[in-house]
Every structure is written in C-alpha cells, then in structure tokens.
C-alpha cells in the first residue's frame, strides 16, 4: 500500500493549509478516506472522512474541526483534499491519511506536521 501526502506546515492562527493524500495498492478497493491527527501522548483522533466509491461522498467531521475544515474527493481517484481554514493552536497536531477498504482493514499514511502559531 502507498501513500502519498502533501500539504501541511506552519501557519498563524486564523490561516489556511491544504492537505492532499492519494493512495493505492489496495487489492481490495477503498470505501472511504479521511483523516485522523494526534498529539504527542494523546490517542489519534478521527477528524474528517468520505466515501470514495460510489456516486455519495458523505463527508463527515468532528465537532472540534465541523465548520472550518473541508474535505473533498477527486471523482475516479483515491485522492483526497483536505482544506483546513481560521486554523488554532489546538489545531497543531500529526495529521494522517487513512484509507478504509469497507471491511475491516485500515492503511495509514506516514503523517504531516501542521503546526499553528498564537
């Protein structure tokens, strides 16, 4: 399975990121990807997601990023974008991809520093 990630870095609060991930190798085909971030000594936390397959992206979100962060899907691809918008020092954090084959597997990317200045 490979990943690949772009995006990410250091911004003041209020600013934008955009992260990117595309993944492949997965036999099985994708149902959804997404994104999950984790600070240091805390449990990675599920963030945004949507389908990949089928017509319905469905995105969902949770309730600390719901508003400011968009996620999108290229049609046909495994591609993902998330756009991250009025970033916090909350916000500072290892983003990584996922890719959920719908069964039971879940494949992750490496990660991606975001870190956001007061």
């Known amino acids: 399975v490979q990943f690949v990630e772009s995006g990410g870095g250091s911004v003041q609060s209020g600013g934008s990121l955009k992260l990117s991930c595309s993944a492949s190798?997965?036999?099985?085909?994708?149902?959804?990807m997404g994104w999950h971030r984790q600070v240091f000594g805390q449990e990675r936390q599920l963030i945004a997601g949507?389908?990949?397959?089928?017509?319905?992206?469905?995105?969902s979100y949770a309730d600390s990023v719901r508003g400011r962060f968009t996620i999108s899907r290229v049609s046909g691809t495994n591609t993902v974008h998330l756009e991250m918008n009025n970033l916090k020092p909350d916000d500072t954090a290892i983003y990584y991809c996922?890719?959920?084959?719908?069964?039971?597997?879940?494949?992750w990317g490496r990660g991606t520093q975001v870190t956001v200045s007061s």
């Open positions: 190798g997965i036999d099985s085909g994708i149902y959804s």
């Open positions: 996922h890719a959920y084959d719908g069964v039971a597997a879940i494949y």
């Open positions: 949507v389908n990949t397959r089928g017509r319905t992206e469905s995105p």
